[in-house]
């Protein structure tokens, strides 16, 4: 990352991702009194003086728990520390000086990376408390009074980052990045998926379904080109939603799917296609996304003569709404075929943006029509004057016709092969906007 990188750290519940929301300018971690509700690392974007620095939001650190999920946050923010060129410690003024901070403070010493001491909860405009001062006995240097919720003295805060990081650096030549958001009911290897690509556990994995809360972004860039994942907590039943966190999570996946140019929508091999997971995809398909159906732990699966063209067919089946949609059988675990993943969403990511001229469009048409004749009600036959693109992402068409009601789904079905069939649009929904002009009588 070209970027320099601060990280957001301390102890749970002080207001790390407030103050993370506050300084991005949006809400991207979810924020909630229960300790414990950022777990990964949450990364944005933060400007300030015209200078943009990455942000990391981090969850509590527990220095000495034995717990297996805590266990694996610490690693998450100690990744974090390790990436970061500076580091804001966060303490809670209302708690004072715990043992919990001092032993983060003890573990952030020994970074050697420069570290600022934020006091959160300063709320109160004026002289600060003399439990302030109490502060200053992490170690840390002068601590910075900040209130993540009124936005006092952030500025002063982002002033301090500025002059810690290193200097600028000339930008690089900006090349397309390609936005895929990993999309899946719980426990179906999104995670995994993700750490299997960037080579280290970007993101907690855990049998413990609900693990992942945030939509959590990577960039990555190979050989391929360059690739932002976004890793996005698992799509439940609107029942089985147990409460406030995982409605936002919920919703966090949802605005991830809005921001992504291609959804990758993993489903269980051993699990096989279940109705949530056409749930699932009819939200990437009615957002007009670009979709790749990834099948994973396919290693696991018993295999005989025919059984991927099998599991293959039944797919097409259950996703016939998507018959556009490629299928990959892939493993996160071992990353077979991970690596074809990559081909697989640029072509898809450029069938989504392709604008195809009005003069080609209507040979397409006319061949078409020729070929089929369009259907005929009571004597009156369809007849489709011409047709334009108004707009890509999806690839929407406008149809110019005698009368809408003849227009059958059936024929524009057919019209819609003809032009995926011509232009190779692969993966990506297209759309057609139905408009009735009769002639002059």
């Not at 990280?7 to 949006?26: H, Y």
């Not at 071992?334 to 604008?355: C, H, P, W, Y």
Request: charged share 25%; with cysteine; aromatic share 6%.
């Amino acid at each position: 990352m070209s970027k320099p990188v601060v990280a957001i750290v301390g102890r749970p519940n002080v207001g790390k991702s407030t103050l993370f929301n506050k300084l991005i300018g949006q809400r991207l971690s979810i924020v909630d009194d229960t300790p414990g509700v950022t777990r990964d690392r949450i990364y944005g974007e933060c400007e300030w003086c015209n200078r943009k620095f990455m942000l990391i939001d981090t969850g509590g650190l527990e220095p000495n728990t034995k717990d297996p999920l805590l266990s694996r946050m610490r690693e998450q923010a100690q990744l974090a520390i390790d990436a970061a060129d500076v580091i804001l410690m966060i303490t809670d003024l209302r708690a004072g000086v715990t043992a919990a901070d001092m032993d983060v403070a003890t573990m952030l010493l020994k970074s050697g990376r420069p570290i600022i001491l934020c006091v959160n909860k300063c709320d109160s405009i004026g002289d600060l408390p003399a439990d302030f001062y109490e502060f200053y006995n992490l170690g840390l240097g002068d601590p910075i009074a900040v209130s993540s919720v009124h936005g006092h003295g952030t500025g002063d805060l982002l002033d301090k980052v500025l002059s810690l990081l290193p200097k600028e650096e000339p930008d690089e030549t900006d090349k397309e990045t390609f936005r895929v958001a990993i999309i899946g009911k719980p426990n179906v290897g999104k995670s995994s998926l993700v750490n299997c690509i960037v080579g280290e556990n970007r993101c907690i994995v855990s049998n413990i379904a609900g693990t992942t809360r945030d939509a959590i972004d990577t960039e990555v860039e190979n050989r391929y080109g360059r690739f932002l994942l976004i890793d996005t907590a698992g799509l439940r039943r609107k029942n089985k939603v147990i409460n406030q966190i995982e409605h936002y999570s919920v919703l966090r996946a949802q605005m991830a799917i809005e921001r992504a140019d291609v959804c990758v929508i993993m489903i269980d091999a051993l699990e096989g296609f279940t109705e949530q997971d056409s749930k699932v995809a009819g939200l990437a398909h009615e957002a007009g996304k670009g979709c790749i159906v990834a099948v994973n732990k396919w290693d696991a699966v018993e295999k005989q003569t025919g059984t991927l063209e099998n599991m293959r067919n039944k797919l097409k089946e259950n996703l016939s709404f998507m018959s556009y949609v490629p299928i990959l059988f892939l493993s996160a675990k071992t990353g077979q075929r991970v690596d074809n993943l990559f081909e697989m969403i640029q072509q898809v990511a450029a069938s989504n943006k392709t604008r195809i001229s009005t003069g080609v469009l209507n040979d397409v048409l006319a061949q078409a029509t020729a070929r089929v004749q369009p259907p005929t009600d009571k004597g009156h036959r369809l007849k489709i004057y011409y047709m334009t693109q108004a707009s890509t992402c999806p690839p929407t068409f406008v149809c110019f016709v005698n009368s809408k009601e003849l227009f059958h789904f059936s024929y524009q079905r057919y019209l819609e092969n003809r032009i995926r069939e011509t232009f190779g649009l692969t993966g990506t929904p297209v759309r057609f906007i139905i408009r009735e002009r009769r002639k002059s009588q």
